[in-house]
């Protein structure tokens, strides 16, 4: 909001507004109106069937070529949102209700982890990659597919390695490794390679990569508060599209506001973790599980585009979901999960 009024003055005051109520009432409703695994349970199921649904209605879009979703409602109302009619494999790029195919893809995608561990059955487990792979597949989105298998190469590593002791630490380690192996050993770097070849054609990777180089030089240029669209130095061919969530909001609202943004997803992260670490029940680990493959998902997806339109709010929502389950009521490991009483001994 500061940066937003700084920037561009009084008259914005109804713009920072804005992004300030769609980041902040998203995650405090999730903060605090989630207060139990039956809950979240009820929140899946729902997700499921929204995913399910908007899947199935992408297929005759990028069939027949038409925004039914969006055209409809034009007609209607008088009112239209522009996507361009980008297509691959001679298929349209499905954007469903939402205002960009890698929108609707990465929504999509990152509800992987998240209906995975809350399946009771491995047929549901099933229906549950089924319908998110097809929404993210007709998305035909590099960002969906690349956080849909990254959760899915997450939730293998997860289920191979239980025995394994402190195999986060063990993770973390040859993450950090493998970047800096990349750093060194690669003229372009880990970002260029990942925006290199996590792509579905050479000129968006280069695009992109371009997009890095005349962008962060601004972002070191205005540190605190960002800059306008206008007062970017990019080259007069390149759009005004920034598909880095990270970097556009360091572009636009300064670092400081980035720092934010990854210190309120590393708390609640760490938060979610302390908890998986210590529950002994099996659906709240699972719940904690999932959120967490779904953060990393969603992070490294942020590298790749922009969170704008539904996907904010979203992604506000996701966080307070994330901060609703650190905080959920410790059970016990009995059948009939009573809560532990306040006199009971605790055990480490």
Do not use: C
Request: charged share 15%; hydrophobic share 50%; net charge positive.
């Amino acid at each position: 909001f500061l940066s937003v009024v700084i920037r561009s003055g009084v008259s914005a005051i109804d713009l920072g507004g804005q992004r300030f109520l769609e980041i902040s009432v998203s995650y405090i409703l999730a903060r605090t109106l989630i207060i139990d695994r039956s809950q979240i349970s009820s929140m899946m199921k729902l997700l499921l069937f929204i995913v399910a649904i908007l899947g199935i209605l992408a297929i005759p879009e990028a069939i027949s070529h038409y925004r039914f979703l969006h055209e409809i409602p034009r007609k209607l109302t008088g009112f239209y949102y522009y996507i361009s009619n980008d297509t691959r494999m001679n298929m349209l790029r499905a954007s469903s209700t939402f205002e960009h195919p890698i929108l609707f893809g990465l929504f999509a995608a990152s509800s992987l982890a998240l209906l995975w561990y809350t399946a009771k059955t491995a047929a549901q487990r099933f229906w549950r990659v089924f319908f998110t792979g097809l929404a993210a597949f007709f998305s035909l989105s590099s960002a969906a597919i690349l956080v849909y298998g990254l959760q899915l190469g997450l939730i293998l590593l997860e289920l191979t390695t239980r025995w394994l002791p402190r195999r986060l630490t063990v993770f973390t380690i040859s993450l950090i490794s493998i970047i800096a192996f990349l750093e060194l050993a690669s003229n372009r770097g880990s970002i260029r390679l990942i925006a290199s070849y996590l792509t579905f054609s050479a000129h968006t990777a280069y695009y992109r990569i371009n997009q890095w180089i005349f962008t962060i030089d601004d972002v070191f240029r205005h540190p605190l508060f960002g800059l306008k669209m206008s007062q970017w130095t990019r080259p007069a061919w390149m759009t005004d599209s920034i598909d880095n969530h990270w970097l556009f909001i360091g572009f636009a609202h300064g670092s400081p506001a980035v720092l934010a943004l990854w210190g309120i997803m590393l708390v609640v992260f760490i938060r979610v973790l302390h908890q998986a670490r210590t529950t002994k029940i099996p659906e709240k680990r699972a719940i904690e599980m999932a959120w967490i493959i779904a953060a990393i998902a969603l992070f490294m997806g942020g590298w790749t585009v922009t969170y704008f339109g539904k996907m904010l709010p979203y992604y506000a929502f996701f966080l307070g979901l994330g901060s609703a389950i650190a905080r959920l009521p410790i059970e016990t490991d009995t059948p009939t999960g009573q809560p532990v009483p306040d006199d009971a001994p605790v055990q480490n």
